[in-house]
């Protein structure tokens, strides 16, 4: 360009603001094209020739639809813009004539425009820039604000969710065509110039940037309506983008009053204020930027707003396609809009802001806040709070279209900062902040009442921090929070509540969604909800992979409500204390339904579940049911599957407790699951299997119980522990089994069943099966036990009691017990030794096939005090084996058999019933020992050891044999027994002597008490000894025979003495009969 040239242009600039000029790639040239002699001897073109440039340009403006097509992003394909519509960037707009009543966007009057009222009617000709925000769901999401939200901070979604950009942009539209005119602008050299002028003539309305632009000073002030256009493809620029730098001392754009503006494909970098939007600052206006880079732009005001690169007051900002990145600021590094609207869309990038307070990234307060279209809010930082999105002072959000925002990084909320209302769809939101300055909501914070969060369409919230609260999402105040749709809460870290934290009566639902990976240095891995008004509902999501490294709740702490429910699944969670997958408060209320708890672990309670207990009754309550899992879970002390504290209440309906396990060297109980002392338990059409304690003192493999628990058709089986396979029930605990199975289940005591001194079990109808106990127990170990209309079989204890080993308070009732095996009783065993206050009583009971190593085939029984403390009654033993005692082992106290059946029992000694030492024995009330055998003495019953028997009743001993002395009664050592009311001891026999009764003497306790056998009004008919003596009796030396009215006939002996065989003195009175 000659200088002749250059005189031309800036006398064209000086004398007739209303030139349109040009600056292409040919050079300056004025349209038409004139030569260097149409210029007057003052620079200036002449009037005449001025007047003929300015009608054409008029003409040519009239006859052109004026079209600001947008260049497009690489990513996205060019729209097809239809006739009569204009289009700006991303968003278009009818090309009609605005109603009156509406203003242009920047004027005061159009506030009245973003707050206009619910009941108003949509205006026509107004296009929503998000196209997925129908009518019908703006309308639905205004309902909802309106029912939740105060009065006072009620804002009309449905309006404003849409801003009032397209009115804006056909306001626009139609002041070019009817008074716009363009300039080029190709000059570097005089860029700054010619672009001051451009903005300073209001009549200049379009300006094709084909040059950078560096600031010689500030630019003047828009108050008209402008477009601008970049287009430096000519200078090598491979985007086409035109620079505009303030060289970090000039702001570069500032819009006032009424002002309207577009820009495109323009870079603008290095602006600087002392205030705020060193790049773009702007009241009561609007603009759109369309492909345009907003970069290293500083507002370094202290007390200003912020708005590192753009601020906004009463005004509204569209961004399409733009990048914004790496500006600084007080606060809001990258932009604010106070009392407007910001829509971020179709891929505009807004990322690596600084804010040296809060808010890294972009803000609206008292406004609208857009962010559609695959845009990107990522990697922006705050010094306190809120380092990507901030929403305050009924702030409105709206995210949807494949949006992100990620990686932001704040001391208190990475992303997105809002106080009102926030809906965010098909998002990924992976640092998002509702903000109150504090050190807390690595992603959302919520200070004041927040109306609704939602988050849908398979979004995220990852990979945010926060040094105490909230890593993800935090609320401090009341209102709902809604994931939906494959969103994601996922790889957040922070003290307490990794991905979520809640402090107040907030409502979470979260639907067909996960919260995973997120990491409470403390508590509440994914979700930390401490509130008791607090509810979180899991429908269909997941909640995996989250920890918490120092406290509880890997998954979820929560002292509200928690429900799961249709498939969610909270699995793979870590707590180093309680509560691997759920920690409850105290006064929590837990719905589980169709959910699975499984693969959680804790170093405390409860791998899967640990409910907290509480001081007094009206703690937490639990609900688990419709087929429900609690699985694979692992815990310290109580609960490898759940764990619920004292005082609480806890219902359990068709769900399964199966393959969880304690790891503790410790007293762990409950591999399955645990209550606590007070605490009241309702199990139905359940299955608790396959748990595992592993350590040396653990107990309860399946469920540990120090409350009330009523279990009613629920299978325990395959569970393994030291103490209780199957089930303990502590010092504080009581059991109540209604038609259950209990089998397979392995400890060293109480293989099916342990239950500690003080604890009470009551068993009802049930099954127990094939259950182990390394000594005590096979079935059931307990203190206070009431067996009725069950059935024990095949249960094994090395030591005592295959079926049930007890002590203290035992009571069966019509019970079986069959295959049972132990050392003593292979079906009861039980020891009252050291229980002064011990009480047996078992009645209508059905032993057979059962078998003891040592004493007691069927029944073993230790230190009773008297025969109405201990007492067997109505029942059959049949079949069973033992060393001692075929049928029934009495030993050291006393025991009743009446009506009493024992048959077919077998015994090296006494093949029905043996009692010693020092034990007494009645029986009564028409008991039958029949068809026992013992390999040596006592066919029938065996007394030994200063022992006493008394049978009377009309009692049967009949078709009994043994080896040795005794086919019907063998006693011995100083033993006393009393056979009278009708007794009958008939057809016994002995292989070699006392076919029917044998007494004999003990060297050890000759010279102290003889034996004794006092016979009256009895009968001991049809008795034989087959080798030797006594027939029907055979009396030793030293002992003492006394027969009272009784009838000793029919008697056989192979050597002497058929009826009686005596080496010591008989004693017969009243009208016995000896033949």
Not at 213 to 237: K, M, N, Q, R
Not at 699 to 709: N, Q
Not at 772 to 792: D, I
Request: charged share 15%; proline share 2%; aromatic share 4%.
């Amino acid at each position: 360009m000659n200088a002749l040239t250059i005189m031309a242009l800036v006398c064209a600039l000086v004398c007739e603001p209303n030139l349109v000029t040009s600056f292409g790639d040919e050079g300056f040239r004025l349209l038409p094209r004139f030569s260097d002699a149409d210029v007057d001897k003052s620079g200036c073109i002449s009037p005449n020739e001025y007047a003929a440039l300015a009608q054409d340009v008029r003409q040519r403006a009239a006859r052109a639809s004026v079209t600001l097509q947008s260049e497009g992003h690489p990513r996205q394909a060019q729209q097809q813009v239809p006739p009569g519509v204009v289009s700006l960037g991303t968003f278009s707009l009818l090309n009609s004539s605005p109603p009156s009543q509406f203003q242009l966007p920047g004027s005061r009057r159009n506030t009245a425009v973003l707050r206009r009222s619910l009941d108003q009617p949509q205006r026509e000709g107004l296009l929503p820039i998000t196209s997925s925000a129908p009518r019908r769901v703006r309308v639905a999401l205004a309902r909802r604000v309106e029912e939740k939200a105060p009065q006072q901070h009620l804002r009309v979604v449905s309006q404003r969710a849409m801003l009032p950009t397209a009115l804006a942009a056909k306001d626009a539209s139609r002041d070019l065509q009817e008074n716009g005119s363009e300039t080029v602008i190709d000059d570097t050299k005089y860029s700054y110039l010619l672009l001051n002028h451009s903005l300073q003539n209001a009549s200049i309305n379009i300006v094709h940037l084909r040059s950078h632009v560096s600031l010689e000073a500030a630019l003047p002030t828009i108050l008209h309506t402008v477009a601008i256009f970049g287009d430096c493809v000519s200078l090598g620029v491979d985007d086409g983008r035109c620079r505009i730098s303030g060289g970090l001392r000039f702001r570069l754009f500032s819009l006032g009053e009424a002002a309207v503006v577009h820009l495109q494909a323009l870079e603008l970098r290095d602006g600087y204020t002392s205030s705020d939007g060193a790049a773009v600052h702007g009241i009561d206006a609007f603009i759109s930027l369309h492909d345009c880079v907003l970069a290293q732009n500083v507002a370094s005001s202290s007390s200003g707003s912020g708005g590192g690169a753009l601020y906004f007051l009463r005004g509204d900002v569209v961004c399409s396609n733009c990048t914004v990145v790496e500006n600084e600021g007080p606060a809001y590094g990258a932009m604010l809009v106070v009392e407007g609207g910001l829509a971020l869309e179709a891929g505009t990038v807004v990322e690596g802001n600084i804010a040296s307070d809060h808010c890294g990234g972009v803000g609206v307060r008292d406004g609208v806040l857009i962010l559609n279209g695959s845009s990107t809010v990522s990697g922006n930082r705050a010094r306190t709070a809120g380092g990507g999105i901030c929403g305050s002072q009924g702030a409105e959000v709206w995210i949807d279209g494949g949006s992100e925002v990620v990686g932001n990084f704040a001391a208190a909320g990475g992303g997105l900062n809002l106080f009102s209302y926030l809906l965010v769809e098909n998002e990924t939101m992976d640092a998002l902040n509702i903000f109150h300055e504090i050190a807390s909501g690595g992603a959302v914070t919520a200070a004041h009442e927040l109306n609704r969060l939602t988050l849908t369409g398979n979004s995220s919230v990852h990979g945010n921090y926060a040094e105490s609260q909230g890593g993800g999402i935090m609320m401090q105040s009341r209102g709902h929070i809604v994931l939906t749709t494959g969103t994601r809460i996922s790889g957040n870290l922070a003290a307490d509540g990794g991905g979520i934290y809640l402090v107040q009566a907030v409502e979470v639902l979260v639907e067909a969604a996960a919260l995973c990976s997120n990491v409470g240095l403390y508590s509440g891995g994914a979700v930390y909800a401490n509130h008791a008004q607090a509810s979180i509902r899991l429908d269909g999501s997941l909640v995996c992979n989250n920890s918490a490294q120092s406290g509880s709740g890997g998954g979820i702490y929560a002292t509200g409500q928690v429900e799961l429910s249709s498939g969610a699944h909270v699995e793979r969670n870590i707590a180093s204390v309680d509560g691997g997958g759920l920690f409850i408060g105290p006064h929590a209320l837990v719905s589980i339904s169709a959910s699975a708890v499984m693969n959680n672990s804790a170093g405390g309670r409860g791998g899967g579940i640990y409910a907290e207990g509480a001081e007094t009754k009206g703690g937490s309550q639990v609900v688990v049911m419709d087929s429900s899992r609690i699985e694979h879970n692992e815990g310290f002390i109580e609960g490898g599957g759940m764990s619920i504290g004292p005082n609480a209440t806890l219902m359990m309906y068709g769900i399964s407790v199966s393959h969880n396990r304690l790891i503790s060297t410790g007293d762990g109980v409950g591999a399955g699951f645990s209550i606590g002392m007070g605490t009241t338990a309702r199990v139905v059409l359940s299955t608790i299997a396959n748990n595992f304690i592993s350590e040396t003192f653990g107990a309860g493999g399946g469920l540990g119980v120090d409350g009330l628990m009523v279990l009613t058709n629920v299978n325990v089986s395959w569970n393994m522990a030291a103490l209780g396979g199957g089930i303990l029930v502590g010092k504080n605990g009581t059991v109540w089994l209604e038609g259950c199975v209990v089998e397979w289940n392995t400890a060293q005591s109480g293989g099916g069943i342990f239950g500690q001194l003080g604890g009470r079990i009551q068993i009802d109808l049930s099954r127990l099966r094939g259950n182990l106990a390394e000594t005590s127990g096979g079935g059931v170990f307990c203190h206070n036990l009431t067996l009725s209309g069950s059935f024990l079989s095949l249960n094994s204890a090395f030591r005592n009691g295959g079926g049930v080993s007890g002590k203290q308070l035992i009571r069966i009732f019509n019970t079986s017990f069959s295959l049972g095996t132990a050392q003593n009783g292979g079906a009861v065993h039980l020891d009252m030794l050291d229980l002064g206050d011990s009480h047996f009583h078992a009645t209508g009971c059905l032993m057979t096939r059962n078998s003891a190593t040592n004493g007691g085939g069927s029944v073993s029984l230790r230190g009773a005090l008297s025969p109405d403390l201990a007492a067997l009654e109505d029942s059959l033993i049949s079949h069973s084996t033992s060393n001692v005692g075929g049928g029934v082992y009495a030993m050291q106290g006393a025991l009743t058999l009446s009506g009493v059946v024992l048959e077919n029992n077998q015994a090296i000694n006494g093949g029905a019933v043996a009692a010693l030492p020092n034990t007494t024995l009645l029986i009564t009330g028409g008991s039958v020992a029949r068809g026992n055998a013992a390999e040596s003495h006592g066919g029938g019953i065996y007394i030994l050891d200063r022992s006493q028997l008394t049978v009377t009743g009309g009692s049967l001993i009949e078709d009994n044999k043994c080896y040795m002395s005794g086919g019907g009664i063998h006693l011995t050592r100083s033993s006393h027994a009393l056979i009278t009311g009708g007794v009958q001891v008939r057809n016994n026999l002995a292989e070699r002597e006392g076919g029917g009764i044998a007494v004999l003497r003990s060297v050890i306790y000759a010279l102290q008490v003889p034996t004794r056998l006092t016979v009256m009004g009895a009968a001991v008919t049809g008795n034989m000894a087959v080798s030797y003596s006594g027939g029907g009796i055979l009396s030793d030396e030293r002992c003492v025979v006394t027969l009272v009215a009784t009838n000793i006939s029919a008697n056989q002996a192979g050597f002497f003495g058929g009826g009686i065989a005596a080496k010591s003195s008989v004693q017969i009175y009243g009208h016995s009969i000896l033949a």
